[in-house]
């Protein structure tokens, strides 16, 4: 078992970069698919980047090139870098950790995640 706790949301300007960060207690995150999701007010939950147990890595192509997934296993934390944020990157955003051993879009599914964090707000002004 493992439990997530999101930090480093913020209000930023458009332009901007910002880096998230999920940090486990309890099993390490190379034991696990770990993946970034967001939702914006009245929007689904979305996927954003995963990396993969091998350690490949996915992304939603509306953050393709912008944001970076990264994974420190030596202190048990997971990484959102997000460079050149837009204000439709505006949202919670929420740390998602799966036992699958998938790789690829499969990755990109909700449902593969066994564990959630709380989620940080992210809040990108024009």
């Known amino acids: 078992q493992v439990q997530l706790a999101e930090s480093g949301g913020g209000l930023v300007q458009a332009g901007d970069s910002l880096r998230l960060s999920c940090a486990a207690s309890?099993?390490?995150?190379?034991?696990?698919?770990m993946a970034w999701f967001r939702q914006a007010p009245g929007k689904e939950r979305e996927f954003v980047a995963a990396?993969?147990?091998?350690?490949?890595?996915v992304y939603a192509d509306s953050v393709k090139g912008r944001f970076t997934i990264s994974r420190d296993t030596a202190k048990n934390t997971v990484y959102l870098q997000m460079n050149s944020l837009k204000p439709w990157d505006t949202a919670v955003y929420y740390c998602?950790?799966?036992?699958?051993?998938?790789?690829?879009?499969?990755?990109?599914?909700?449902?593969?995640?066994?564990?959630w964090g709380q989620g940080t707000q992210v809040t990108v002004s024009s």
């Open positions: 998602a950790a799966g036992l699958t051993s998938d790789t690829g879009v499969v990755l990109t599914a909700r449902g593969i995640y066994d564990y």
């Open positions: 309890g099993r390490n995150v190379g034991y696990y698919a």
């Open positions: 990396v993969s147990r091998s350690g490949s890595t």
